[in-house]
């Protein structure tokens, strides 16, 4: 990067849980409320925005360009133009990443950047045979022709539809869903059940302990109107008090025999929204921002597919070629929880010297994360993973524990659905 993006500040949602609390809200809600709640917060004239840009991955088909719907919403001028992006899991990576492109070719000076999903609204759909039954019946005319084009339907072409998430959770070239390639990862570096289950013990833990900090970040939200409306301002996917003998009566989801990788060991489906507010040293200056940090440094990278969670140690390997920048060098590093697997399978493979040999191209270890930096304050597996929002969030937790702890670096991942890692070096100011 030749200069940097600084991160004024940021707000987020609660993280919701699929089917409930946020449940009534789709991506635009959630990422208006968000937005509208950033605007108030820092006091910023929106005409001043140069552009929006956020990231969701289920783009609401009532919604195209689902970022445009929420800028306006939110009160943002007509004149600000908007883009939805996309990197599955990394879409909110990809916001902030593309203000920095969009800063560094003279495209604007200030952003509203963020994620957005609603996991519950993701769609039902209805197999090829139904959907031409149903366009028969929309072209029938005489009653005739209607009755016939009835009596073509079976019941399993309107009760056995695909699930949208269920295919966004599969991948389409190795054909293995997400859990069950934090599986492999499993395999490949021995990680027991017990293993992976108090990785998630103390995912619960930290989180629950965070509860205060994450009050800073979260805005309320307000699914229903008039004298039913009632605020949801927590997350709820925190399991206070779990243990690991409540996670060791759950068994293994996407492996029936033999498996390890559990709905406890494994992230939430979740809803939720993030707003940042981010620009360049002219653009924070001219309008005299404090900001909370800033954006040095940053890498994509690809990986096997069938190993996606793997993806953040190529990120972290090419992002230090281009930064200069090492794990020792990071005061903070945060992993997006996927799959605790997954997780724990990238501390073993950035500190294996075979590893770095055989798949970065290096002759030694990327180096060893230590825990005490890890994740402090818990992660997907407690909170949830709104894939569009995942990667805002994880830089607005670490730059404000940045700030709360004095400190300097935080090396931001997560890894990518289809065999890809992001990472973001983030610098307190």
């Known amino acids: 990067m030749k200069e940097p993006l600084y991160i004024v500040d940021g707000v987020r949602t609660p993280f919701a849980k699929m089917g409930t609390t946020l449940a009534a809200c789709d991506a635009a809600e959630l990422g208006r409320t968000a937005t509208a709640a950033l605007l108030a917060r820092t006091g910023l004239d929106p005409a001043l925005i140069d552009e929006v840009v956020f990231g969701c991955v289920g783009n609401p088909v009532d919604a195209a360009n689902v970022a445009r719907?929420?800028?306006?919403?939110?009160?943002?001028?007509?004149a600000v133009p908007a883009i939805t992006v996309s990197r599955n899991c990394a879409s909110g990576f990809e916001a902030i990443t593309q203000a920095s492109d969009k800063a560094a070719n003279g495209r604007g000076d200030v952003f509203v950047v963020g994620g957005a999903e609603s996991m519950s609204n993701y769609p039902l759909?209805?197999?090829?045979?139904?959907?031409?039954?149903?366009?028969?019946?929309?072209?029938?005319?005489?009653?005739?022709?209607?009755?016939?084009?009835?009596?073509?339907f079976r019941p399993k072409d309107l009760f056995a539809p695909k699930i949208a998430l269920m295919l966004?959770?599969?991948?389409?070239?190795?054909?293995?869903?997400?859990?069950?390639?934090?599986?492999?990862?499993?395999?490949?570096?021995?990680?027991?059940?017990?293993?992976?289950?108090?990785?998630?013990?103390?995912?619960?833990?930290?989180?629950?302990?965070?509860?205060?900090?994450?009050?800073?970040?979260?805005?309320?939200?307000?699914?229903?109107?008039?004298?039913?409306?009632?605020?949801?301002?927590?997350?709820?996917?925190?399991?206070?008090?779990?243990t690991m003998e409540a996670l060791g009566k759950l068994k293994a989801v996407f492996e029936k025999r033999g498996g390890t990788v559990t709905?406890?060991?494994?992230?939430?489906?979740?809803?939720?929204?993030?707003?940042?507010?981010?620009?360049?040293?002219?653009?924070?200056?001219?309008?005299?921002?404090?900001?909370?940090?800033?954006?040095t440094g940053f890498a994509y990278a690809g990986c096997d597919p069938t190993r996606m969670g793997i993806g953040p140690v190529h990120a972290f390997a090419k992002a230090e070629k281009l930064t200069g920048l090492t794990l020792a060098d990071a005061d903070l590093i945060e992993i997006n929880e996927a799959f605790a697997a997954q997780v724990m399978a990238c501390?073993?493979?950035?500190?294996?010297?075979?590893?770095?040999?055989?798949?970065?191209?290096?002759?030694?270890?990327?180096?060893?994360?230590?825990?005490?930096?890890?994740?402090?304050?818990?992660?997907?597996?407690?909170?949830?993973?709104?894939?569009?929002?995942?990667?805002?969030?994880?830089?607005?937790?670490?730059?404000?524990?940045?700030?709360?702890?004095?400190?300097?670096?935080?090396?931001?991942?997560?890894?990518?659905?289809?065999?890809?890692?992001?990472?973001?070096?983030?610098?307190?100011?």
């Open 263 to 295: 709905a406890g060991n494994a992230s939430q489906i979740t809803d939720g929204a993030v707003a940042l507010l981010v620009a360049t040293e002219a653009g924070v200056k001219r309008l005299g921002l404090t900001p909370l940090g800033k954006l």
């Open 69 to 78: 719907v929420i800028a306006l919403r939110a009160g943002i001028p007509q």
């Open 125 to 152: 759909i209805y197999n090829d045979g139904a959907v031409k039954k149903l366009a028969a019946l929309g072209k029938a005319k005489s009653l005739g022709q209607k009755l016939a084009a009835f009596a073509a």
């Open 347 to 429: 501390c073993a493979a950035a500190a294996s010297d075979d590893y770095a040999r055989q798949h970065l191209g290096r002759d030694r270890a990327l180096g060893v994360i230590p825990p005490e930096k890890l994740n402090v304050n818990g992660g997907a597996i407690a909170l949830g993973h709104p894939v569009g929002a995942s990667g805002a969030r994880l830089a607005l937790t670490a730059l404000k524990e940045l700030k709360r702890r004095n400190a300097r670096r935080a090396l931001v991942s997560l890894c990518v659905g289809g065999g890809q890692g992001g990472a973001l070096w983030l610098e307190a100011v």
């Open 168 to 242: 966004g959770l599969t991948d389409p070239v190795c054909g293995l869903g997400m859990g069950q390639t934090a599986e492999n990862l499993a395999r490949d570096w021995r990680l027991s059940r017990d293993a992976q289950d108090e990785f998630a013990m103390r995912s619960h833990q930290k989180a629950e302990a965070a509860r205060a900090k994450f009050k800073e970040e979260i805005t309320p939200v307000y699914p229903r109107r008039g004298k039913d409306a009632s605020a949801v301002d927590a997350d709820n996917g925190i399991r206070e008090g779990q």
